[in-house]
């Protein structure tokens, strides 16, 4: 199992990043919420929803963020991308960039788009 992400891509240009632990369970929930029926998860990596491309990858990109799993909201990584000269990175914002993160409460549908959000 790899960490990995889910991308949205419609008219022309990469839209949206769910990022995901790689666990099925995960995928599929966010599969689920984007409009995919489950006959289709099986061993598909490229759905058609609508006019978008939903593309489920077994990598995580470079992020400028730090990233969290959007099925089960656990901690995957600090930003990684845009290096600064003392070995750190430029999204992430840290106190310790060596050590996890507090899990986040997992995906919520807000209005229709799917975030995340800090327990209370
Ligand atoms: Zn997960």
């Known amino acids: 199992m790899s960490y990995g992400q889910v991308e949205i891509y419609s008219h022309g240009s990469t ?12 995928n599929e929930k966010i599969l689920e919420a984007l409009g995919v029926g489950e006959e289709r998860y099986s061993d598909a990596y ?4 609508g006019e978008a491309t939903i593309t489920v990858r077994d990598h995580l990109g470079e992020s400028d963020s730090c990233v969290w799993c959007y099925g089960c909201g656990d901690f ?17 914002r840290c106190g310790d960039p060596k050590s996890d993160r507090e899990p986040m ?5 807000v209005n229709g788009s799917l975030e995340l959000r800090p327990f209370k």
């Open 46 to 49: 490229e759905f058609e929803v």
């Open 76 to 92: 995957l990584r600090h930003a990684n991308a845009s290096p600064r000269p003392d070995g750190s990175y430029f999204g992430c």
């Open 105 to 109: 409460e997992p995906m919520v549908d």
């Open 15 to 26: 839209h949206t990043i769910h990022e995901t632990c790689g666990h099925s369970n995960c």
